[in-house]
């Protein structure tokens, strides 16, 4: 069954652009809805059985004027609930009055509703800007106007919500597990925290490990889209290196990517950022493939800010590169100086929870 939780402010109840878009995504699908804090309030307090296996179809038009409230309480809502989306599925539609916050309240809330255990299809995120500008190329390929490319994104969204499953219960092979990282061992707390999870791994996995310290890492340089997908169906990029040689092939085999990722000034490290981006050429290929593999990330911060780390893996592997986003993807831990992530509270055993979702 779906339900679509519409997060809405009781002084902004008229929003007929994303209730039209609304009425073309949900036609011909059964579904409920819940507008209200007390409606969510109550069904994250009915029994997790009955919360099992919801499509949960989240909904989020961003007031005119300010802030919104109703977000901010909803939020609170599954924070204080921390498994209150357990086995759930979801997706997000935001519609915004201008240019800003669309992308950053959805991947917020995509981060948040995972971590409360919520998977989520790959493109889970649908946005769209006051002027809809963000649908130009869109229209353009479709050959619709941007009214119309929001309502098929919407559509298409709700199709892909309804037909996910994130965890393949029927799956025997061993699970191959693609690790890629760009640190020292030496003095790497993120490759030491990886240590842990494979060492309770135990050998149920296959396990890679793509290094991307080995050669001259070259970022996109935005080829047009003719050259890039000529080099993309031929499996390459034209820029060559480690990550055509050795990433490219072991992302078409493996199960799952995990992402080490130590935080550099709240941000990725420039050679992963570089990664995510030359997956373009891949991913114009093997779109369909991306969807069916499971992203994971350990994210090590020496002072804070694991959770913006978080959602930009999120926005790039997820709402971009349409990855499957498992729930708890991500396990997140502060330690600075060399070893310390040895010392931290029950790290043997969250690195051992961590492997039993690797094998999911």
């Known amino acids: 069954m779906l339900t679509v939780l519409k997060i809405v402010d009781k002084n902004n109840i008229n929003h007929p652009r994303i209730d039209s878009v609304l009425a073309t995504a949900l036609a011909g699908h059964e579904h409920t809805t819940i507008d209200t804090i ?20 989240f909904v989020l038009p961003w007031p005119d004027i300010g802030v919104s409230l109703a977000y901010g309480q909803w939020l609170n809502e599954i924070l204080n609930h921390p498994h209150c989306l357990a086995d759930c599925t979801g997706a997000v539609l935001i519609d915004g009055p201008s240019e800003f916050f669309t992308k950053k309240k959805g991947r917020e809330l995509i981060f948040i509703a995972n971590q409360a255990g919520c998977s989520f299809p790959g493109k889970s995120l649908v946005e769209a800007t006051g002027s809809l500008a963000n649908f130009n190329i869109l229209a353009q390929i479709q050959g619709l106007d941007n009214m119309e490319a929001y309502k098929k994104s919407a559509t298409d969204l709700v199709e892909k919500l309804l037909a996910f499953k994130p965890f393949d219960q029927t799956k025997k092979h061993k699970p191959y597990i693609l690790a890629v990282h760009a640190s020292i061992y030496q003095t790497s707390n993120t490759l030491l925290l990886w240590d842990l999870v494979k060492k309770a791994l135990n050998d ?26 000529h080099f993309g169906e031929n499996g390459r990029c034209f820029y060559g290196g480690v ?19 130590p935080n550099y000034n709240d ?4 050679n992963l950022t570089a990664f995510i981006n030359r997956l373009t050429a891949l991913f114009r290929k093997d779109f369909a493939t991306f969807a069916t593999k499971k992203f994971y990330a350990l994210i090590v911060s020496g002072y804070s800010g694991g959770d913006i780390v978080a959602e930009q893996v999120i926005d790039a592997l997820n709402c971009n590169k349409n990855f499957m986003l498992p729930s708890n993807f991500a396990l997140i831990e502060t330690a600075n100086a060399p070893k310390s992530i040895l010392q931290c509270a029950d790290i043997e055993t969250k690195a051992a929870e961590m492997a039993e979702k690797l094998l999911r």
């Open 38 to 57: 007390d409606g969510f309030v109550k069904w994250c307090q009915k029994p997790a059985e009955q919360r099992k296996g919801s499509a949960l179809l």
């Open 204 to 229: 149920r996995a296959d396990l890679e490990e793509v290094s991307l310290r080995n050669g001259e890492i070259i970022d996109c340089r935005g080829c047009n889209y003719e050259t890039c997908l």
């Open 267 to 270: 941000s990725l490290s420039a």
């Open 243 to 261: 990550i055509v040689d050795q990433a490219y092939p072991a992302i078409k085999r493996c199960d799952a990517i995990v992402l080490l990722c």
